[in-house]
């Protein structure tokens, strides 16, 4: 395998895929870098593997390159589990970072600290074609603080306080959030299907 298609258009996302096959001698491209023209895959999913698997299924059956796609979102357990598959569009469309969070903290304003528990969950599809989809998921166990802080990050990262802080993910430096990640850790889970 000499190239691998990231199904995004967030460059933040590209890069760290980049560096991660780059070290296997993978050239990787995002959907940016992409001089064809590729339908919007809509997410109609239940889960976040069958949303993953979507969206790199049908551009890998296009483009007939291996495609890695990515689906994930915050899992809340005092809230069994929402916002889940619908994070990016808790609170309607079109998708508002600032109105999902006040959502949150509305439903959880009577949730003692201790029951704030949560995680935000990667799932990464790999589809080559003519092989069954791979999928690798990562987390990133924390908590949901009572108000927002800190302005790095993007969607939930005000509100979510990561396991072993006592900060926010939008408190946190670039570097810092990137090495405990949900992301961070579904990319490590690819390392022993690298090998294979």
Known sequence: MKQMIIATKNKGKAAEFKEFFGAYGIETKALLDLEEELPDIEETG????????????????????PVLADDSGLFIDALHGEPGVFSARYAGEPTDDQANIDKVLHKMRDVPQEKRTGRFICVLAIAVPGKRTAFRTGYCEGEIASIQAGLNGFGYDPIFVPEGYNMTMAQLSATEKNQISHRKNAIAQLDNWMQK
């Open 46 to 65: 239940t889960t976040f593997e069958e949303n993953a698997a979507l969206k790199a299924e049908q551009i890998a059956a296009i483009l007939q390159l």
